[in-house]
């Protein structure tokens, strides 16, 4: 398959699964604000809990949207109507993420306000506010020059590959027929 190809039939794909992404950070967000309303007292708790919460959310949608597509394409390699592509999730993964690179790259390259990047990665906030160590408002230049300035951003960059490592991982598991759920909600009987 050519590139253009590749990018005909999946941009869509891409940009559902971009929709959900957006789904997943409102929903990331409301978990954020309740459980920091819940947990007023104990920080702490309220952070650990979001975060959590958080990824389950993020790890939902994203099987929701790439587990199915997974199994179809198998289906499709088995009957001849298409060339295996076990890459797929991580390619349409990364297309989803695009505008995430970009916000990034604008964020650093114009110094936005760090409550403005935490806010568009709301399933990130915990991390976010762990690695950079700030839990104010303050620029984004400022909290990534300090100490661990280098670090930060290093860190800030690699958690744009969380979306398609996710992405990838779930289709490989549609696509070879592994299903946790099913195995979480039905156990097998004990034959006596």
């Known amino acids: 398959m050519n590139p253009g ?64 597509l997974g199994f179809k394409d198998c289906n499709m390699v088995r009957t001849g109507h298409s060339k295996e592509d076990i890459c797929r999730g991580f390619k349409i993964g990364a297309l989803a993420q695009i505008p995430g690179v970009l916000f990034f790259i604008l964020s650093v390259a114009f110094n936005l306000r760090f409550s403005l990047y935490r806010l568009a990665n709301s399933f990130y906030w915990t991390f976010l506010t762990a690695l950079t160590g700030s839990f104010n408002d303050k620029w984004l230049a400022e909290v990534l020059m300090r100490k661990t300035g280098v670090l930060s951003l290093t860190g800030m960059a690699l958690m744009l590959l969380i979306i398609p490592a996710i992405s990838g991982t779930v289709y490989i598991f549609g696509y070879r027929g592994v299903d946790f759920f099913t195995k979480l909600v039905y156990k097998k009987r004990k034959e006596k």
Do not use: C, E, G, R
């Open 5 to 68: 190809d590749f990018m005909k039939t999946n941009l869509f794909l891409a940009f559902k699964l971009f929709l959900f992404l957006i789904f997943a950070d409102f929903a990331a967000l409301m978990i954020a604000i309740s459980f920091f309303v819940i947990f007023h007292s104990v920080p702490w708790a309220a952070y650990t809990f979001s975060q959590l919460f958080s990824v389950i959310v993020l790890i939902v949608v994203i099987w929701q949207s790439t587990y199915m």
